[in-house]
């Protein structure tokens, strides 16, 4: 099946730091990786939506300067939270859609926990 | 736009008896409609979706679900409910026109007692 493999599981940085998250996709080709944002006992918030080569779409609210996407390529997008800040503590998730895959269906990384202190 | 409403928090059921975990849409025009899992500290996994055809949709792990496009419903169910299949239930719908982002609903959190 399609694997989506994120790195690093756990992150606990200082307040100001930057922090990056891989999200690979390991045996298909992703056109488009989705980044989310998770709270305890709560949904997923879409924060960004990435499409390889062009730039990343955010949704309302999301800050871009605070979130950057990058989507290098067929397999790997980044997001990297900037000077980031106690608030900015969560569960981030990757979901990538496949190249020739089919209709809607998103495969998952296993998510990333970002404590900031 | 499009959304999803799943009304129970959480759902207690126990072992072998079994489960529906209840979600209503909202879409405009025909929906794309999934279903996912999230055990602790882990991502998603997708467990069915309903496309077109059948109603009745079945997927992993002895799951189904029954899209009722008149009462616009995908409850999720299960004949005989274990205790591994506790976990929070993510609902999910998309339109099927053009590129619409997929919108998840609250999460239902199964417990299966044993």
């Known amino acids: 099946g399609a694997v989506v493999s994120q790195h690093p599981s756990w992150v606990i940085c200082k307040s100001g730091t930057s922090v990056k998250i891989e999200c690979r996709s390991l045996?298909?080709?992703?056109?488009?990786m989705f980044w989310y944002r998770q709270f305890p006992k709560q949904s997923l918030m879409l924060m960004a939506t990435?499409?390889?080569?062009?730039?990343?779409?955010?949704e309302q609210g999301v800050e871009k300067d605070k979130f950057l996407i990058n989507h290098a390529s067929l397999t790997l997008s980044t997001l990297t939270v900037t000077s980031a800040h106690p608030e900015d503590s969560s569960f981030y998730i990757c979901?990538?859609?496949?190249?020739?895959?089919?209709?809607?269906?998103?495969?998952f990384g296993e998510g990333s926990r970002l404590t900031v202190l | 736009a499009q959304s999803v409403a799943q009304p129970e928090d959480q759902v207690n059921v126990a072992e072998g008896n079994p489960l529906t975990v209840k979600c209503t849409y909202s879409?405009?025009?025909?929906?794309?409609l999934f279903w996912y899992v999230q055990y602790p500290n882990r991502g998603l996994q997708f467990l069915l979706k309903?496309?077109?055809?059948?109603?009745l949709v079945k997927g992993s792990y002895g799951f189904e679900a029954e899209f009722n496009k008149s009462q616009t419903s995908f409850h999720l169910k299960k004949p005989s409910a274990l205790v591994s299949d506790s976990a929070l239930y993510f609902c999910?719908?998309?339109?099927?026109?053009?590129?619409?982002?997929?919108?998840f609903g609250t999460g239902t959190r199964l417990l299966v007692s044993p």
């Open positions: 979901s990538a859609s496949r190249l020739a895959g089919a209709v809607g269906e998103l495969f």
């Open positions: 045996d298909f080709q992703a056109t488009t």
């Open positions: 990435s499409n390889e080569g062009s730039k990343a779409t955010y």
């Open positions: 879409v405009s025009g025909n929906p794309y």
């Open positions: 309903y496309i077109t055809g059948d109603n």
């Open positions: 999910a719908v998309r339109a099927n026109t053009g590129f619409q982002k997929l919108v």
